[in-house]
């Protein structure tokens, strides 16, 4: 029975990553966006899709769009270390990314120096080697410590990006489900020293956005809240930012296929019980609909990018290759503008956006192809039902000996018994 516990979930986690990831050009669960000094970067791995959006000399508070100029690419910095790893956490301020390796020796921690754009090419030992799970980093950047929620043990790995030390929490949040319930695909945002895990869910079971789960980083303690207000529809493929004042804006996803509505919620988290609200939102690009995107607050803005637009009909406008900014200055009122595009050479005449066409400069190259993203996905499905497939073997292994070894021993104390009622007769 436990086997089959583990088992299952870890297998319905992997699938929901697998469907999930390559969502789009640039979107998807693997792909990762910060902001640090007045560069926006983008983060798959080393040598794919690794760039920046130059900020310096932008002012987000006018309509300045940004050219295609402003878009650094840094998958040919060298030298590079010799990593596969594609989870980015960041140290205290934002000042480097780290890639962490896990090795038959322990843990390895690759650095980017942010300001210089370059990698140290020779790792540093993480100390006090503990075993990672499933899922994303949430990173601190005014205390340099970096959180990952094991989606299977449901407890907290901890990283100290200062001193390099790896810990587990001691408290779990497995006690806060019933038997069975895998959560899957929910964001996590870091707010006042606690983090939330909004939305998500598997298939066509969505979890109930009125049921916030919340870790508390200072008490190392975990607590299901409750929200009250206008709640938005269960989500996946969706993102989530938090502002100073308390507010968590929640963008895009879907629901059975189809838009999640509305597509932009506030939840104020400065109230007991937190609230939602659906705001009032000025959008001049007409349908705008995105999920697999990322999203990141810079200032007063939270930028979203990539991803796919869910309501697009053209198909070689699915992937979106944009990236917007949303003003939050103003809580009553939200306002939607184009900031910058990847390519300047497709036509938008017939999109169901409203969209500006970028001027026409050199863009940087994507590292594939929509071609070649469909046939890793492809594979990747594949490994996933091969593994399913041993899963489920041994599960069946498993069970048939335990049946036989239940059946060995009813014939082991039923001969007994016949020798012991021979004796009997014997005597």
Request: a negative charge; glycine letters at 6%.
């Amino acid at each position: 029975m436990q086997l089959s516990k583990l088992i299952f979930p870890a297998a319905l986690i992997i699938f929901n990553h697998v469907i999930l990831t390559n969502c789009g050009l640039f979107g998807g669960s693997d792909l990762y966006s910060f902001f640090s000094g007045d560069k926006l970067y983008f983060f798959r791995s080393i040598k794919y899709n690794f760039f920046y959006v130059d900020l310096a000399g932008v002012s987000l508070d006018t309509d300045t769009v940004i050219d295609k100029s402003k878009w650094i690419d840094l998958t040919e910095v060298k030298p590079q270390p010799d990593t596969s790893a594609r989870e980015p956490l960041l140290d205290k301020a934002n000042e480097n990314l780290i890639l962490l390796d896990y090795t038959d020796d322990g843990v390895d921690a690759y650095t980017f120096h942010i300001t210089l754009n370059i990698w140290e090419t020779r790792p540093f030992k993480v100390k006090n080697k503990v075993s990672i799970g499933i899922g994303v980093w949430v990173s601190d950047e005014k205390t340099g410590i970096s959180y990952l929620f094991d989606e299977i043990d449901k407890e907290m790995t901890i990283l100290d990006s200062i001193n390099l030390t790896l810990t587990k929490s001691i408290s779990t949040a497995d006690n806060l489900f019933v038997e069975g319930f895998v959560m899957d695909n929910f964001v996590q945002v870091l707010s006042n020293g606690q983090i939330l895990f909004i939305g998500g869910g598997s298939g066509s079971i969505k979890d109930s956005m009125n049921n916030i789960l919340m870790y508390d980083t200072l008490t190392d303690t975990w607590q299901m809240m409750n929200a009250t207000g206008e709640t938005p529809e269960g989500r996946l493929g969706h993102t989530a930012v938090s502002i100073s004042d308390g507010r968590i804006i929640v963008f895009g996803g879907i629901s059975n296929s189809l838009p999640a509505s509305p597509q932009l919620s506030i939840l104020d988290t400065s109230k007991t019980p937190y609230e939602w609200s659906t705001p009032t939102v000025e959008n001049p690009f007409g349908p705008f609909t995105f999920s697999g995107h990322i999203a990141v607050m810079v200032k007063d803005y939270m930028i979203i990018a990539f991803g796919i637009n869910t309501t697009e009909t053209i198909p070689s406008l699915i992937d979106n290759k944009n990236i917007y900014k949303l003003d939050t200055r103003d809580p009553l009122k939200y306002k939607w503008s184009f900031l910058s595009g990847f390519d300047d050479r497709t036509d938008f005449s017939n999109s169901s956006l409203n969209i500006y066409k970028p001027t026409n400069s050199t863009p940087i190259q994507a590292s594939v192809d929509s071609a070649f993203r469909l046939g890793t996905r492809n594979i990747v499905i594949i490994v996933f039902a091969v593994i399913v497939f041993i899963c489920i073997s041994i599960f069946v292994f498993y069970k048939a000996k335990q049946h036989r070894s239940k059946n060995t021993n009813q014939r082991n104390i039923s001969s007994s018994e016949n020798i012991s009622s021979n004796d009997e007769l014997k005597a």
